[in-house]
Every structure is written in C-alpha cells, then in structure tokens.
C-alpha cells in the first residue's frame, strides 16, 4: 500500500467537495432545504478533513484495520488464539450452568422471627415484624345453618378476617 504522504489527495478531495455540492443543489430543488442544507455539510467534510490533517489519520485508521483484516484471515496463528477465545467462552458458561446445578450445602436452620424491641444480630426488632393484635386470627364462631346464613354473614366474616369492622 501506498503510504499517505506519498499521495496528493487535495485535488481528489476538492473533486469530491464538488461533486457533493452538486449532489446537494440537486437534493434541494428536489426534497426542500433541509435535504439541500444536510448535502452541503456532507460535502464538505474531504476538503476540511484534509486541510485539518485528520484525513492522515484516517488512512492510517483504514490501513491498519485491513492489515489486521489480512493478518486475521491469513494467519493460523490467530486462528488459534480465536480457537482459544472461543473455548474459554464455552468453559465459562459451562462452569456456571454447573455451579447453578451444584446440590446446596446444609442450610443453617431458621430461627423464629424476634418480637417487637427484641435485640438481634442487625439491632432491635421492628415493631411492624410483632404480629399485632389485629392481625392475628380471631377465632372462628361456630356456624350457623345454612339456612340462617346469608351473604351479608359471608361478607362479614370476610370483613373481620382483615380486620375491617
């Protein structure tokens, strides 16, 4: 490959400056100023790339991604460092779908939950981990017939479970 100082690229570029301008004349007869106005900032860009310096910097960018390009499809070496790439991938997923399956070890058994101001390992209990009064579960008047029951009985009863009088 030509190296870039061996190029003189300012004719190329004010020839695609040009012909970008023309495109974009074309676009704003066409498709109204804002396809006219996005042409012009387009075509602009080679001459400015060129006369910033930066358009070095993009041939270089581009040579070296195709030699990297070249040297990845040509070369066994790298296709065995993508060969191993690969297969410490698979290990990697392998060695997690095996530690998700591994048996739990013997879980310490559950202590009861504390009581309201009780002193634990984190601090005092909270009042709300107290079973309340409210919450707890009245216990069940015997019931009547069927006869003598009616929705309303039904819906009370509901009622008093959540503790709705």
Not at 104 to 126: D, I
Request: hydrophobic share 45%; proline share 8%.
């Amino acid at each position: 490959m030509p190296d870039f100082n061996d190029l003189s690229l300012l004719p190329f570029c004010v020839g695609l400056t040009l012909l970008g301008l023309i495109g974009s004349w074309a676009a704003w007869r066409r498709r109204g100023a804002a396809a006219g106005v996005r042409g012009v900032a387009w075509s602009l860009l080679p001459v400015s790339l060129y006369l910033t310096g930066l358009l070095e910097l993009v041939w270089d960018i581009v040579r070296s991604a195709s030699s990297w390009v070249t040297h990845l499809i040509f070369s066994p070496t790298v296709w065995a460092g993508v060969a191993l790439f690969g297969v410490s991938v698979v290990l990697y997923v392998v060695s997690g779908v095996a530690r998700g399956r591994r048996t739990p070890a013997a879980k310490p058994p559950k202590s009861k939950p504390a009581t309201a101001g009780e002193l634990t390992a984190t601090g005092p209990a909270p009042a709300s981990a107290a079973p309340s009064a409210k919450s707890a579960k009245p216990a069940k008047a015997p019931k009547a017939s069927k006869q003598e029951s009616s929705e309303f009985d039904e819906i009370e009863d509901i009622l008093k479970r959540h503790g709705i009088n």
